[in-house]
């Protein structure tokens, strides 16, 4: 046996916490440690707790992982998957990585949608696909479309939709550029349009943790300061003839612009408009019937 690649399991954990405890604090260090040890090795935390003299015969996989939480890369990245919504995700460096208030509009649109019926629905700048995928998943009698301007990203969740055992159609267009948008899309009608589009200002990335900035894809997250509403605005266009009258508008929002919103949709006619805030009582979702 090579003794250098041996090392008992709680000598790696205190390596961790010798390592990370600056940088995250215990208690998020031991979760980033059992996750790992569970997810590469199937070992249970209990299973520690009743056997300390636990080992590992090879341990590149979890002292690579080490190395990578001390550069506060992700550990969603790290191990290439999350969870979202109660269901399995792949993620990478190409999309963001789906975050729970994202979760909070999904369980949102689900409760405001009658299961039987046979929508069809939209999501624009689909990443990962955790809305798409989440949605077909709980709406399974609904089309789904979804739409990125990225094909790394489409990639992705096409692997997502795959691994969920869901159908989705996705299409690359870029939603800002008419032109670009696909034919298969311009001549058709959904009753539901939903996105979380890029929405954090440039300036405010000031207050970001270097965890997402040095590691999750700008495209996804940022615009710029004098134009913050630039994809609101071009799928409250693109809703004029593509969503059904009555048909639903559904967007994850950026907390300070929900006033912002109200009036966007407002403008054009939405009614019944609905600002909602997340757990962290933030304006964070908005909904609006089109007239
Ligand atoms: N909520 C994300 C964040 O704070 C941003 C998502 C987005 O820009 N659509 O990082």
């Known amino acids: 046996m090579d003794d250098k690649k041996f090392m008992k399991l709680?000598?790696?954990q205190i390596l961790f916490h010798n390592e990370l405890d600056a940088l995250f604090g215990k208690e998020e260090v031991d979760n980033f440690f059992f996750i790992l040890i569970e997810s590469y090795y199937g070992i249970k935390r209990f299973q520690l707790a009743m056997d300390t003299s636990l080992g590992l015969e090879n341990n590149e996989a979890i002292l690579s992982a080490l190395k990578l939480?001390?550069?506060e890369k992700p550990i969603?990245?790290?191990?290439g998957h999350t969870e979202f919504y109660g269901l399995p995700f792949k993620a990478n460096k190409h999309v963001l990585i789906p975050r729970p208030e994202t979760e909070e509009l999904i369980s949102w649109i689900i409760e405001n949608t009658d299961v039987n019926e046979k929508l069809k629905i939209l999501d624009i700048g689909t990443g990962s696909g955790c809305i798409a995928v989440s949605l077909a998943k709980n709406l399974p009698k609904c089309e789904i479309v979804a739409l990125d301007i990225s094909a790394n990203a489409i990639k992705v969740a096409e692997g997502n939709a795959q691994l969920n055992n869901v159908e989705i159609t996705f299409v690359k267009s870029d939603i800002l550029n008419v032109s670009d948008i696909s034919n298969e899309l311009i001549n058709k009608q959904f009753d539901i349009i939903v996105s979380n589009p890029p929405y954090v200002r440039e300036?405010?990335?000031?207050?970001m943790k270097p965890n997402v900035l040095d590691n999750e894809p700008h495209i996804a997250l940022f615009v710029k300061d004098n134009n913050p509403l630039q994809f609101y605005e071009a799928i409250v266009n693109f809703a004029e003839n593509n969503l059904t009258s009555k048909g639903l508008l559904y967007f994850e929002i950026n907390e300070y612009l929900g006033d912002k919103m109200i009036f966007l949709l407002q403008r054009n006619d939405f009614q019944e408009i609905e600002l909602k805030q997340d757990i962290f009582k933030k304006d964070r979702m908005i909904k609006g019937i089109k007239s």
Not at 203 to 207: A, C, F, G, L, V
């Open 10 to 12: 709680k000598e790696i």
């Open 69 to 71: 939480l001390k550069q």
């Open 76 to 79: 969603q990245y790290i191990l």
């Open 203 to 207: 300036r405010e990335k000031e207050h």
